[in-house]
Every structure is written in C-alpha cells, then in structure tokens.
C-alpha cells in the first residue's frame, strides 16, 4: 500500500505563485511514475502533470511553461511549483502515483485563484 498526502494549497490572486507537496509513503519500491491532477467544479478530472522515477516529465498544454513539477526520491515527495496563476487554474489538485498493480490517490488540496 502507498500513501499520499497533499498540502501547499490555498487562496492565491491571479498572477501569483503556489508549490504543492505530496508526501509519499508505505511500498515506493512499486511506484513507478507520480503526477498531479486536478478537478474543477462541474468538470472531469484532468491531467496537469507527470513525472516519472527517472525525471521525465509531461504537462498539459493549459500549464505548460507556467507549472513545474519535481520530485525528491530520497524524501519520496513530489512538488508542483505553480506560478502566473489564473482563474482557470481553480481547482482540488490531487497527487496520484502510478503502481505496477494499482495506483494511488490522494485526498487533494484546494487551490482557488481570485482576486
């Protein structure tokens, strides 16, 4: 079993900056790649960002240049520094990690962009 926690959201203007945590931990030998999703109200759950064991990362075209995500495999931590924020970016973001036999998710942290 893995679990994940989550913290480092809250209420930011527009323009501004947020990191996220997402505090791994139980079986990581499984856990082959790690992200961040999010979900707006009325709307699917989304893809924002992944990054695997190695370091490769991928992001949504929506955050691209503007969201950076990074692990610390010795801390089994990953981040999701998020700057030049905007209203659309009003979300629950969720850390998911991605196991050989299931993944995992955590309780999610709300991010609200207003001014």
């Known amino acids: 079993q893995v679990q994940l926690v989550e913290s480092g959201g809250g209420l930011v203007q527009p323009g501004g900056s947020l990191r996220l945590s997402c505090a791994a931990s139980?079986?990581?030998?499984?856990?082959?790649?790690m992200g961040w999703y999010r979900q707006a109200p009325g709307k699917q759950r989304e893809l924002v960002a992944v990054i695997t064991r190695g370091g490769s990362t991928n992001y949504a075209a929506s955050v691209k240049g503007r969201f950076t995500i990074s692990r610390d495999n010795a801390k089994n931590t990953v981040y999701l520094q998020m700057n030049s924020l905007k209203p659309d970016d009003t979300a629950v973001y969720y850390c998911?990690?991605?196991?050989?036999?299931?993944?995992?998710w955590g309780q999610g942290t709300q991010v609200t962009v207003s001014s």
């Open positions: 998911k990690a991605d196991g050989v036999r299931k993944d995992y």
């Open positions: 139980g079986s990581m030998f499984s856990i082959y790649g």
